[in-house]
């Protein structure tokens, strides 16, 4: 297998690279172009040390909702570093848990998102930590991160994980994780390429 081949996740044709949390099913919804959280978090098969990865996303619109109840949902590089997915569309200047913030750590550079009900986009690319001899980390991930084609994280250091991924412990390769925070947010076109 070539080592730059592009690997698809998820193209609307089922959820053979998936599986729930302890192994369980997906129980999400599937019309064979998108998938739509039901219940419960999904991850990877694949794992991945440093790669590229896109992965595209549709926020419902929920006009009464606010903060945190907008839309929620998350996308875990390497199973434990959460890119936050909210409607924080028009928000003059984004925190770090608004869209695109890596979740209570580093807020997006700009506002890129796009209102609810259109298609976004994120292209990520992680360098995995690496370790030294005695397994203590020598050099933490870093993650650069393009929200519809615009530049919102530059090769950010990720010291430490974010709360409901898989493990809390930093991993030398890990899965993409896929988070139900009980918002019906759907997700299309998921691919990576091991770099």
Not at 70 to 78: A, E, I, L, Q, T
Not at 168 to 185: A, N, S, W, Y
């Amino acid at each position: 297998m070539n080592s730059h081949e592009k690997i698809i996740l998820f193209d609307g044709s089922g959820f053979d690279n998936w599986k729930g949390r302890g192994g369980k099913a997906v129980t999400w919804d599937n019309d064979g172009e998108a998938m739509t959280v039901v219940r419960g978090d999904i991850i990877s098969e694949q794992e991945y040390a440093d790669a590229f990865i896109h992965v595209e996303f549709k926020i419902p619109d929920m006009p009464r909702a606010r903060g945190q109840s907008k839309g929620n949902s998350g996308v875990y590089v390497h199973g434990c570093y959460e890119i936050q997915v909210l409607d924080t569309y028009e928000r003059e200047k984004p925190g770090d848990s608004d869209c695109g913030a890596i979740y209570n750590m580093y807020a997006p550079l700009m506002n890129a998102c796009k209102p609810a009900e259109q298609w976004q986009s994120y292209d990520i690319i992680i360098r995995a930590p690496v370790f030294d001899a005695g397994g203590g980390i020598a050099e933490y991930a870093r993650l650069t991160l393009l929200h519809n084609g615009l530049p919102i994280h530059n090769n950010i250091v990720l010291g430490r994980t974010t709360p409901g991924g898989v493990s809390g412990e930093i991993t030398r390769q890990g899965p993409l994780l896929l988070q139900d925070h009980g918002d019906r947010v759907s997700f299309r076109n998921i691919w990576m390429i091991r770099l």
